[in-house]
């Protein structure tokens, strides 16, 4: 095999070739550094550490050779800066965080390295998560001595989406073959729609939130990204799983084998489409790529029901009330004394304080922060916070009457093709309507994908969602990859890469 191919390859048809030793993780931890350092101008990784990256390596080739290898023996991954590690720096994209080093690694870290990955560093992302482009970093990636953008391999002066941007991209360029990703209101769905990849958030719960920096606790989930949705499946078996003494909302529902359904026949299935997602604001190119992929469905068997969401306009302003308000209360522990960044000089303690987040967050966490903290004060928590949580219920209650009637749902990931860097400029509002399709399944709790689906104006991919009832992660993968077997929007890639 020529190195020269390795990138080329999916995580299964890699891990193959590593654990029959055609290839060595040395080699492909070594290919994938390579490639990243290559294009370092798309701002995709923020650490990397060879030295790290090749010592586990050495090991996992050791573990092949010794016959005691993982599912995913010598796979190179990466990292969004969200998940603490203790071999890399962890900042969450924050001035706030500038060179901390965890003491421990987040359990979905841990659980795929004891699948036998290894890890090619961390990758950048928006400030604590907060952002829908990836332009709210606040840090330099590599190869840079400032912060700089994320961009889209598709077109390099557009976004990557965001949060996970830098994962996204990671994947779309090839710098590795998958990443892990965060969604707490469409992060993993949305950057996977706008760089062409697959994603998948599973069901709130099932994998550990542990070591995860925290944005939104009843909304934050892990999931993995990586170019088909056979691949999707190989991680996210690994990552999930019970953590019940350290994640105090981990479902206690055992792991499972993702993989084992892929191949299912999706005849007769009910792909509900919601009247929401496909009204005014959705721009027709995204358009006329989903109702391509639909029909897809149709020649595969599926039936397509139409259903409605109806308070699918409700959730952006139930979601920018419940995750300011759990931001404002996570991030009260970043005041400079347990850990991270401290004010140089200050007269008193609460001047520390004030000067140390003054100076660590950047603007869009405060204004969350400030959001967060005026919608649950005294005199307002009734009128906002309070009135947010009945709705988000009402909106969980839309998705089980919709899932009488389909087994899953289908609609756009976003109402349009990623943005050109600097378009949403400094109105934070563009950025949240454009949210709109990816938060009703979050504030529900429901694993949701992005899929890729075809390509609309500049040539920029178009991603396809699909949304399942509590716990069919595996049904959503099985129908992912039909439609994979059927297209190959996912085998397409970005000119020069
Ligand atoms: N764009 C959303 C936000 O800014 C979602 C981010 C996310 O899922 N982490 O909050």
């Known amino acids: 095999m020529t190195s020269t191919a390795l990138h080329d390859l999916g995580v299964a048809q890699l891990a193959t070739e590593l654990r029959e030793r055609r290839v060595s993780a040395v080699e492909a931890a070594r290919h994938f550094l390579a490639r990243a350092q290559a294009h370092q101008n798309l701002g995709a990784y923020v650490a990397v550490n060879p030295e790290i990256t090749l010592a586990q390596a050495r090991a996992q080739d050791a573990a092949i050779a010794a016959g005691t290898a993982g599912p995913l023996a010598g796979v190179p991954i990466a990292h969004k800066d969200i998940f603490v590690t203790k071999d890399f720096p962890s900042t969450a994209g924050s001035k706030m965080l500038a060179g901390y080093q965890s003491p421990f690694d987040a359990t979905v870290v841990t659980k795929l390295a004891d699948a036998g990955a290894v890890t090619l560093g961390k990758l950048n992302c928006d400030e604590f998560a907060m952002g829908s482009a990836n332009e709210n970093s606040a840090v330099a990636p590599v190869g840079f001595d400032a912060p700089a953008p994320v961009r889209n391999p598709w077109a390099t002066d557009r976004i990557p989406g965001g949060s996970s941007g830098g994962s996204a991209v990671a994947v779309a360029a090839r710098l590795a073959p998958a990443v892990t990703g965060t969604d707490t209101g469409g992060s993993i769905r949305q950057p996977a729609s706008f760089c062409g990849i697959t994603g998948i958030k599973p069901t709130y719960g099932r994998a550990s939130r542990y070591g995860m920096i925290a944005f939104a606790s009843s909304l934050d989930q892990a999931g993995p990204m990586a170019r088909s949705a056979e691949d999707c499946a190989l991680l996210l078996s690994a990552m999930c799983g019970p953590d019940p003494d350290r994640d105090s909302t981990s479902l206690d529902v055992p792991a499972e084998n993702f993989s084992a359904h892929l191949n299912d026949s999706i005849e007769g299935l009910r792909i509900g489409i919601p009247a929401e997602f496909f009204g005014e604001g959705l721009a027709p190119d995204v358009r006329a790529a989903v109702d391509g992929a639909l029909k897809e469905y149709e020649k595969l068997g599926a039936k397509l029901v139409p259903i409605s969401l109806p308070r699918t306009q409700l959730s952006i302003p139930v979601y920018y009330i419940i995750a300011p308000a759990e931001a404002s209360s996570n991030l009260s522990r970043f005041d400079g004394v347990k850990f991270g960044h401290r004010a140089k000089d200050y007269t008193d303690l609460v001047d520390m304080y004030k000067k140390t987040r003054a100076e660590g967050f950047g603007d869009e966490v405060k204004r969350r922060i400030m959001i967060g903290a005026y919608v649950l004060s005294h005199g307002y928590y009734d009128a906002y916070y309070l009135q947010a949580q009945k709705i988000r219920r009402m909106i969980a209650d839309d998705f089980q009457n919709a899932f009488k009637e389909c087994d899953v749902i289908a609609g756009p990931v976003a109402p349009t093709v990623a943005w ?76 020069g890469f």
């Open 420 to 495: 050109k860097l600097g378009d949403h400029g400094n109105d934070p509002l563009a950025d949240y309507l454009a949210d709109i399709f990816t938060l009703p399944g979050s504030l529900a709790g429901l694993p949701g994908m992005s899929v890729p689906a075809g390509f609309g104006e500049g040539g920029m991919p178009v991603g396809l969602q699909l949304l399942g009832n509590y716990y069919q992660e595996a049904r959503l993968l099985n129908a992912a990859h039909r439609l994979q077997q059927a297209t190959d929007f996912h085998l397409h890639r970005p000119e």
